[in-house]
């Protein structure tokens, strides 16, 4: 008997700050892994819009080939967005920001591979990556005294290379292992607007504890150096990685940040998790090291979509600096 689960749909609905209620909808479609315990190639879409007139829709392919030994992970997104910028810095003047429109086009994708590698390094894995973006920013009427940011032209294309280590027994849940990823990618107005470079380390460790209860632990770091537009500088993105704020609130060349989790299965198809986070931003390293964290503490309910691919969408609730309340809603584990 085939029992092969081949696609999953949800609705989801939320309400924050940002966006005020949100609605829209989810659909993951699954293929069969290509040999008996292999990774499931899968396809998500999703749309959703907001009662503040934004809307985004994206398809983000995620594919494993030959035997696991190339996989990457794709994704077509278009959004118009009504958003704030608050300045570049670590401290933000949440009664202070430019309001803007922007309407973003944009194709990523990153190819990995171990062909080649000897047995004993098959944990690890190199490719290369891509992004092309066209964005469109509009600032509205402003009456104070920040200064309104440089877009550096509308279009941004990167390419660049990344080396990994995973060990984890899951992409999608994973309950032990080890996971490393250095991504380099390079902009040039060669064949778009601006000239800039962006960096990002990645770790994250995965155990075991008791009562169908796992902890995970992840460090990142963002660095960008040169004609960086506004929008692509270091920052959290307000839903995996520091999650209840707005996208890039604070932002500047250089972001760190920290995240610790438990996640417990529960019972039918639901699971919970409790976090802490916390981020900050810098010019410089030394200047980073320097700045002050942000916190954020906060928990989440978890509906499975895919038992056997351990896939989860989940809401997150977060409460940031003491003072703000944050909801996130989204697939898969935040990190």
Request: glycine share 10%; aromatic share 18%.
């Amino acid at each position: 008997e085939d029992d092969f689960q081949r696609f999953s749909a949800i609705p989801a609905l939320g309400y924050t700050e940002e966006t005020e209620l949100e609605y829209g909808a989810m659909l993951i479609l699954f293929f069969k892994p290509d040999y008996d315990g292999g990774a499931s190639s899968s396809i998500d879409f999703a749309a959703y819009g907001t009662t503040k007139k934004q809307f985004e829709a994206y398809i983000e392919p995620r594919y494993y080939f030959f035997h696991d030994k190339i996989n990457g992970e794709m994704s077509l997104t278009f959004d118009k967005w009504t958003s704030l910028f608050y300045g570049i810095g670590n401290n933000p003047n949440s009664d202070d920001s430019w309001t803007y429109d922007q309407t973003n086009l944009f194709l990523t994708n990153t190819t990995s591979t171990n062909l080649g590698l000897p047995k004993a390094l098959q944990n690890f894995m190199y490719g290369i990556s891509f992004r092309i973006d066209y964005s469109d920013v509009d600032f509205k009427d402003y009456d104070g005294d920040m200064e309104q940011p440089e877009t550096y032209g509308s279009l941004r294309t990167g390419f660049g290379y990344q080396i990994s280590y995973d060990s984890r027994d899951n992409d999608n849940w994973a309950k032990h292992g080890f996971y490393a990823h250095w991504q380099h990618l390079f902009f040039t107005d060669a064949i778009g607007d601006c000239n800039f470079t962006k960096q990002e380390l990645d770790l994250r460790g995965y155990t075991f504890l008791f009562w169908k209860t796992s902890m995970a632990v992840g460090v990142l770091w963002q660095r960008t150096e040169g004609d960086v537009p506004f929008d692509l500088l270091a920052g959290p993105d307000g839903s995996e990685r520091f999650r209840g704020v707005e996208y890039l609130y604070f932002r500047d060349n250089q972001a760190l940040i920290i995240q610790t989790e438990l996640r417990k299965v529960l019972f039918w198809r639901l699971a919970g998790t409790i976090f802490f986070e916390g981020g900050k931003t810098g010019k410089y390293f030394s200047d980073l090291l320097r700045e002050k964290w942000h916190r954020s503490i906060g928990f989440g309910g978890e509906l499975g979509l895919n038992l056997a691919e351990r896939l989860y969408v989940r809401g997150d609730f977060s409460w940031i600096d003491n003072e703000e309340i944050g909801l996130t809603i989204s697939i898969r584990q935040a990190f």
